[in-house]
């Protein structure tokens, strides 16, 4: 446990920044295309030509680090025919050309370790593309030496058109099985057909991807997010689900106890590093209890996301239902919380919560002053909302076109994007040119100023980096009110440092100066239309509608 925590400690208030490298930045078009081989001639490809580049990500490392993100996630950059755009992977040791090479990768990662800026990346243990070497092969012949790698099931003598089981598949309709004509046997996918659900019972699976592990921590990664990582282990019997679940997805609901020994076995594996490598996984069970069990007895993952918030409307009373489960569910296994309210998966929180600005800034003050780590989705500091994807322009099997929208740099035509005349992958983000990274940061009131600010604070507060937190009752429910900051008898005692943070979810004016006792300042406020506090300034008890502000002691200041 002593180990663990050493590990986490410098994660817990750390703020991680994801980036879905296709639509983050496109800097070197023409290295694409060499490593593409394409010729003059070649047809264009808005998907291909227009996607970004990890050239983009290392240019921009500054902007990750004026934010004051402490780490970058970046979504899967491996060799991969793009089904899933990227998810699909058919070898974990490379670099698609789409993206780079191994010596661009090498270039962002010692440039982001200049900055401080430490680099996970998104490991995709649960499937391989079809096109992996191991599938190609296991789907040979019932013999081959990769057949076990993935999961076959005979079909059924009397109802051969019918799948072994009735688990559905993510994305689209159907079976999470599909028949393999040459061999006569079902594989399984729990997301498309192009996605075949390895089968980590096999020794070799495991031992091959601590191989891969290895390959990356060598270059010097800090870690991985781990995708899927509750379908790692799966009920040998493959037993049907109850008839009332059948309509969902089964990667939504399989939890079942043989992924905990493999997730100890990765954890060992990865603790013998030296950089002590984070472990965080998506584990998509939504239920903060089920979650929990991820992160063993701190020898399994490190974090987990807590995804509930992605699904929580804009409530306070849903979020502070969200709080009182997370920590009264991790709290007493002392599990660290994540805190998510976007990502590639998702509608923008912008987007869901209707698409005020005013909105999207008491977002920002509450996602930064929970307890926990927090990860933001690359175009959240900007206030980005989603694009309206027009049909004939749309990707994803999966419909999330949206929220992957390409990140806007500048007002010019092109965004800042090496486009050349042509077309960005996907259009780019709305009032991209007022939302933009250029005319944001010379803008003391926008979005990404209020990040920074909310950032920088929480780096200096030791209460708001790792303290605990504390519910508080400020009178009407669509005030969302906590405390953070040393345990409970501090509190009582008005410890140093301790801070308050305030969120107005309704749209009238509030008074909350029930929930606190002697004078505060703000130290932080989201400002925005109808604000009533000014920053470092005495909070005078009321909140603006739809205001968030973190207050502090007057006379202490944060340590
Ligand atoms: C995870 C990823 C998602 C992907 C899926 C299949 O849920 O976040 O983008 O499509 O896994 O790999």
Same mark, same amino acid.
């Given at each position: 446990m002593t180990g663990a925590r050493e590990a986490l400690a410098w994660w817990q208030g750390a703020v991680v920044y994801q980036i879905y490298p296709r639509s983050y930045c496109l800097a070197d078009p023409s290295g694409r295309r060499a490593r593409l081989a394409l010729g003059a001639g070649s047809p264009p490809d808005r998907v291909r030509d227009g996607a970004g580049d990890l050239e983009g990500i290392r240019r921009h490392l500054d902007h990750v680090a004026e934010l004051g993100a402490d780490a970058i996630w970046l979504s899967p950059i491996y060799p991969s025919p793009m089904a899933d755009f990227g998810y699909d992977v058919a070898d974990y040791c490379g670099i698609d050309p789409l993206f780079g090479d191994l010596d661009t990768f090498d270039a962002l990662l010692a440039d982001a370790h200049d900055r401080s800026i430490r680099v996970l990346l998104d490991w995709v243990p649960n499937h391989t593309s079809d096109r992996h070497p191991w599938f190609e092969d296991a789907r040979r012949s019932r013999t081959s030496a990769h057949r076990d790698w993935y999961v076959w099931r005979d079909p =059924? %003598? *009397? =109802? /051969?058109?019918? %799948?072994?089981?009735?688990w559905k598949r993510a994305f689209g309709e159907g079976p999470a099985w599909t028949f393999d004509e040459l061999t006569g046997q079902w594989y399984l996918h729990l997301f498309l057909p192009e996605q075949p659900d390895l089968n980590w019972a096999t020794p070799e699976v495991v031992e091959a991807m601590e191989g891969v592990l290895d390959f990356w921590l060598a270059r010097g990664v800090d870690g991985f997010r781990i =995708? +899927? +990582?509750? $379908? *790692? $282990?799966? /009920? /040998? @019997? *493959?037993d049907d689900v109850p008839d009332a679940q059948a309509d969902i997805p089964y990667s939504a609901l399989n939890d079942h106890d043989s992924t905990h020994p493999i997730l100890r076995r990765l954890r060992a594996h990865v603790d013998r590093w030296p950089q002590q490598p984070l472990l965080v996984g998506e584990v998509f069970l939504i239920d903060a209890g089920k979650v929990a069990k991820y992160y063993g007895n701190g020898d399994e993952l490190h974090l987990a996301f807590n995804f509930a918030p992605m699904f929580s409307p804009f409530s306070g009373v849903s979020f502070r239902r969200r709080l009182e489960e997370i920590e009264a569910t991790l709290g007493p296994v002392d599990a660290w919380p994540t805190w998510v309210l976007s990502n590639h998966d998702r509608p923008r929180h912008r987007t869901r919560f209707g698409g005020s600005e005013r909105r999207a800034r008491a977002a920002a003050v509450l996602s930064i002053g929970m307890r926990g780590t927090v990860f933001l989705y690359a175009g959240e500091e900007l206030g980005l909302e989603d694009t309206e994807i027009p049909d004939e322009l749309a990707v994803d099997p999966g419909g999330r076109d949206g929220c992957r929208a390409p990140i806007p740099w500048d007002a010019s035509a092109e965004h800042g994007w090496a486009l050349g005349g042509s077309e960005a992958w996907l259009p780019f983000a709305p009032n991209a040119t007022t939302l933009n990274v250029a005319n944001e940061a010379r803008d003391d009131s926008s979005v990404l100023a209020l990040y920074q600010r909310l950032i920088e604070f929480r780096r200096r507060s030791s209460a708001l980096f790792d303290g605990d937190l504390q519910l508080l009752?400020? $009178? /009407? @429910?669509e005030v969302l009110a906590f405390r953070r900051g040393r345990r409970e008898k501090a509190f009582a005692e008005a410890g140093e440092g301790e801070v308050v943070v305030l969120v107005n979810f309704s749209d009238v004016e509030q008074p909350v100066d029930e929930a606190l006792s002697g004078p505060w300042v703000v130290e932080v406020g989201s400002g925005g239309e109808g604000s009533l506090t000014t920053e470092h300034e005495l909070f005078a008890g009321r909140l603006g509608p739809e205001e968030a502000v973190i207050l502090r002691r007057p006379d202490r200041g944060a340590r």
């Open positions: =059924d %003598p *009397l =109802d /051969p058109a019918r %799948p072994p089981n009735n =995708d +899927v +990582v509750h $379908g *790692l $282990g799966k /009920p /040998p @019997e *493959l009752e400020a $009178g /009407p @429910e």
